[in-house]
């Protein structure tokens, strides 16, 4: 039986229930915020928390738990994971339940959603595929909001051409990010990706990972991407939480550099790889 929060209660999934007038439902008001767990060891939650926070306060809705209650959440839902498996830590808040007008009235008491979600072990080191599309989402992609639709239709359109994993964006000749992920190009031995602007999503495993590179010494340009950079790399990279640091060896169905997982990659990878728990909380470490 999987166990999840809802609005100050621990029950199953099949009898968590929400009103059809939520605003999550209606208007797709709300954020998100998705946590990597690996072997009960929670990744970066600070970092997941203040994005999250970032979100709701851009969006106007309020911060409804403390920073403790939330951990509390976690540590509860974690405890009744069947295994130790690798999961992620799904957390939505909408603007709560109202009358199905644009404009909401602020005494509106947020709905706060928490699940687990079992992390698909996927390998993905000898390469995937991509395509480029245009960045067709709103300006705003600094905050994680629910409303995912180009995102869901960009995937799906990946998943069909060659089973690519991801759409990699491009606004006005610059990359963006992928559709659910960030983007890193290599040139030579140098590694770009486009600074955080509200262009992209500040990936908390792309924040992670630029730290680690900025520490050996093929370091890590935050610059902007051009298209043409993008299309000449000799390497691409994506990252995610629930992916890692991935090489991207076709782009668009044309090779990447040598269309095999490059040696800047396989650095990048180990070093990820090998420190990321250092950034994680054991388990029963998040309160006290
Ligand atoms: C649009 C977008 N960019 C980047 C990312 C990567 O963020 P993170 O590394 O925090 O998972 C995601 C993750 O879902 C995303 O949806």
Redesign the pocket.
């Known amino acids: 039986m999987q166990l999840v929060y809802l609005n100050g209660d621990y029950l199953p999934l099949d009898q968590a229930r929400v009103s059809v007038l939520d605003r999550g439902f209606t208007f797709g008001d709300g954020v998100y915020?998705?946590i990597?767990v690996f072997g009960g060891s929670i990744l970066?939650p600070d970092?997941?928390l203040r994005?999250l926070y970032n979100s709701l306060s851009a969006v106007a809705i309020r911060n409804p738990l403390k920073h403790s209650e939330w951990y509390g959440i976690f540590e509860r839902l974690l405890d009744h994971q069947p295994t130790r498996n690798d999961c992620s830590i799904y957390i939505q808040v909408t603007r709560g339940v109202g009358e199905r007008e644009h404009l909401y009235n602020d005494t509106l008491v947020p709905t706060v959603f928490v699940m687990c979600k079992p992390i698909q072990a996927r390998d993905f080191t000898s390469g995937v595929s991509a395509i480029t599309h245009e960045d067709i989402?709103w300006k705003y992609?600094h905050i994680?909001a629910i409303t995912?639709l180009p995102?869901v239709m960009l995937k799906k359109l990946a998943a069909a051409t060659d089973g690519s994993l991801d759409a990699i964006l491009i606004r006005q000749g610059y990359l963006s990010?992928?559709?659910?992920?960030?983007v890193f190009i290599v040139q030579g031995r140098t590694v770009k990706t486009p600074a955080t602007d509200g262009r992209?999503?500040?990936?908390?495993?792309?924040?992670?990972l630029v730290r680690l590179l900025q520490e050996v010494p093929v370091g890590c340009e935050e610059t902007p991407i051009t298209e043409q950079e993008l299309r000449q790399a000799d390497e691409i990279w994506l990252?995610?939480?629930?992916?890692g640091v991935v090489p991207v060896i076709r782009l668009d169905g044309i090779p990447v550099g040598e269309a095999k997982p490059g040696c800047i990659w396989q650095e990048a990878f180990r070093l990820y790889e090998a420190r990321k728990l250092n950034f994680a909380i054991p388990p029963g470490r998040l309160i006290g």
């Open positions: 915020e998705v990597p970066c970092e997941h994005r989402r992609c994680k995912l995102g990010e992928g559709a659910s992920s960030n992209v999503l500040a990936g908390i495993t792309r924040d992670l990252t995610s939480s629930t992916i």
